[in-house]
Structure formats: structure tokens, C-alpha cells
């Protein structure tokens, strides 16, 4: 790929366009504000591949700011089955809509047809969910918002979301009854240092289905004198397992698989 400027750029880099062999480019109009964490950071703005066709992207404005194109985050997109809303003054196909937080959350995505807007996906949060040690039960710091449930306003279904104490991610449970959920475990490390892992997987397909568990082994003892497992083995819930070894440069050197 080359960058350079196209017709219309100015050529002190505000333009940014990158341009592929085929002929398609992208254009670089959205810079991170001074307040956003990715400040002076460049987003493609708008897509066109080798045919013509493009697809133009908007950003919501940074904190503090109202230009749009100001921050990371997708406010608008903008293709061929656009429509046309009257009080932005402009066409667009999807719009981003986000909470009011110091660092927002997506909290929904609407779809804009034949002149009329639709919800296509809300998000739901926990919010001042109290931020817990797995290693120390009770003690807190601070609170943070959790994503809860993810809803879809035209089918009229949910996903949910639920945690741990600790606040690692317990279960999540699918509109037609199915379940995927996480036990953790302790890994000790070189330094003495503890992370965690997960220990069991678990899934069920439907609300009749009886759980099936996935279980995760590593050497413990071998990696408290490490910084990675060496060896990492999933056993299927048909007792069948896979195992995995890696050397000291952390590369796969070898798998082994043992059927029940």
C-alpha cells in the first residue's frame, strides 16, 4: 500500500488517504481529541474499494468536544441503503448510541430504512458494581459498570450476562435456553506472581440438555518457575483429551491427543 494525497487533501497529513494497489483507499478525517485516551490517533473515515462503491464512517465527538469525528468511537455509518434523516440533515444507515460516562459504553445500534428508524440492538449495564480481589473476598476498590444483557428489539429477545463476586464472567444465557458459563483457578508464575485461569468450561445447548464440561490442566508446579504453561491440557466431556507443549521461546513444539 502507498499513502499519498488524493484531490481535495491538504498536504499537511489532515487528509491521510492510504491507497491499495487495486485502486480502492481509505480517507484518515477523524483525529482523537486531546482528552480521549487514543489522543491525535487517525480513523478511516470513508472506504472505497476498486468499483467505486463506499461506505462513510462517523465518529461520535471526543469528551468535552462537539465536532463529530473527534474520538474512536463509531457514531454513524453511512452505505448504499442509507436514509435520509431530516433533523441531521444527512444520510445515514446505522448510528451508535452511547452512555454518558467519562469513558462511554455502546448502549445501542439503530438501523435507519425507507425513512424511519429502528432499534436493532440495546445494551444493558450493571452499573456501580463494586470492583472485588478473587484473592481477597470483601475488599473493594472502586466500582465500574458491568455489561448485563444485550437485547434485540425486533426479534424481542435477550442475552444475559452474569458475574462472580470477583467480578469474572460466570454465565451467559441465550434467548432459545442454551448457556455457556466459566469456572476460574489461581496460576502461580515466576516472582511468585498469581493470575487467573480458566479451570472448567461449561455448555448447554438448549434448557433440557444435560451440562457438558470442558476441564483445563497445566503443569502448576513447573510454571510457578515460569512466566507461561508449558504444558496446557483440555480434557472433552467425552474423557478424550488434548495436550499442547511449548519450549522456552514459547512455540507449540508438539500436541498430543488421547481419546476415551
Given at each position: 500500500?502507498i499513502?499519498?494525497?488524493?484531490?481535495?487533501?491538504?498536504?499537511?497529513?489532515?487528509?491521510r488517504?492510504?491507497?491499495?494497489?487495486?485502486?480502492?483507499?481509505?480517507?484518515?478525517?477523524?483525529?482523537?481529541?486531546?482528552?480521549e485516551?487514543?489522543?491525535?490517533?487517525?480513523?478511516?473515515?470513508?472506504?472505497?474499494?476498486?468499483?467505486?462503491?463506499?461506505?462513510?464512517?462517523?465518529?461520535?465527538?471526543?469528551?468535552?468536544?462537539?465536532?463529530l469525528?473527534?474520538?474512536?468511537?463509531?457514531?454513524?455509518?453511512?452505505?448504499v441503503r442509507?436514509?435520509?434523516?431530516?433533523a441531521?440533515?444527512?444520510?445515514w444507515?446505522?448510528?451508535?448510541?452511547?452512555s454518558a460516562?467519562?469513558?462511554?459504553?455502546?448502549?445501542?445500534?439503530t438501523?435507519?430504512?425507507a425513512?424511519?428508524?429502528?432499534?436493532?440492538?440495546?445494551?444493558?449495564f450493571?452499573?456501580?458494581v463494586?470492583?472485588q480481589?478473587?484473592?481477597s473476598?470483601?475488599?473493594?476498590?472502586?466500582?465500574?459498570?458491568?455489561?448485563?444483557?444485550?437485547a434485540?428489539?425486533?426479534?424481542?429477545?435477550?442475552?444475559?450476562?452474569?458475574?462472580?463476586q470477583?467480578?469474572?464472567?460466570?454465565?451467559?444465557?441465550f434467548?432459545?435456553?442454551?448457556?455457556?458459563?466459566?469456572d476460574?483457578?489461581?496460576?502461580?508464575?515466576?516472582?511468585?506472581?498469581?493470575?487467573r485461569?480458566?479451570?472448567?468450561?461449561?455448555?448447554k445447548?438448549?434448557?433440557?440438555?444435560?451440562?457438558?464440561?470442558?476441564?483445563?490442566?497445566?503443569?502448576?508446579?513447573?510454571?510457578?518457575?515460569?512466566?507461561?504453561?508449558?504444558?496446557?491440557a483440555?480434557?472433552?466431556?467425552?474423557?478424550s483429551?488434548?495436550?499442547?507443549?511449548?519450549?522456552?521461546?514459547?512455540?507449540?513444539?508438539?500436541?498430543?491427543?488421547?481419546?476415551?
Open positions: 500500500m499513502a499519498e494525497p488524493i484531490a481535495g487533501c491538504a498536504h499537511d497529513g489532515s487528509c488517504p492510504l491507497w491499495s494497489n487495486d485502486g480502492s483507499f481509505r480517507e484518515f478525517l477523524c483525529e482523537a481529541g486531546l482528552l485516551e487514543d489522543a491525535g490517533t487517525y480513523y478511516p473515515t470513508l472506504i472505497q474499494d476498486s468499483n467505486g462503491n463506499q461506505v462513510v464512517i462517523r465518529y461520535a465527538p471526543a469528551r468535552q468536544m462537539a465536532e469525528n473527534t474520538s474512536a468511537r463509531v457514531f454513524e455509518v453511512e452505505d442509507a436514509g435520509f434523516e431530516v441531521a440533515g444527512r444520510y444507515t446505522y448510528r451508535f448510541g452511547y460516562e467519562t469513558i462511554p459504553h455502546l448502549q445501542s445500534i438501523l435507519l430504512q425513512g424511519v428508524q429502528k432499534q436493532l440492538l440495546g445494551f444493558g450493571s452499573t456501580g463494586a470492583l480481589s478473587p484473592w473476598p470483601g475488599a473493594t476498590d472502586g466500582t465500574s459498570n458491568f455489561l448485563s444483557a444485550v434485540s428489539s425486533q426479534e424481542g429477545t435477550a442475552t444475559y450476562l452474569d458475574y462472580f470477583s467480578n469474572e464472567l460466570r454465565r451467559v444465557f434467548p432459545l435456553g442454551g448457556e455457556i458459563g466459566w476460574y483457578s489461581d496460576s502461580r508464575w515466576l516472582g511468585d506472581r498469581y493470575l485461569d480458566v479451570q472448567y468450561r461449561y455448555l445447548f438448549s434448557p433440557t440438555d444435560t451440562q457438558k464440561t470442558w476441564a483445563f490442566w497445566h503443569h502448576d508446579a513447573g510454571d510457578a518457575l515460569r512466566s507461561f504453561h508449558a504444558v496446557t483440555l480434557t472433552d466431556p467425552d474423557g483429551d488434548k495436550v499442547w507443549y511449548l519450549n522456552a521461546a514459547r512455540r507449540a513444539t508438539s500436541d498430543q491427543e488421547r481419546y476415551a
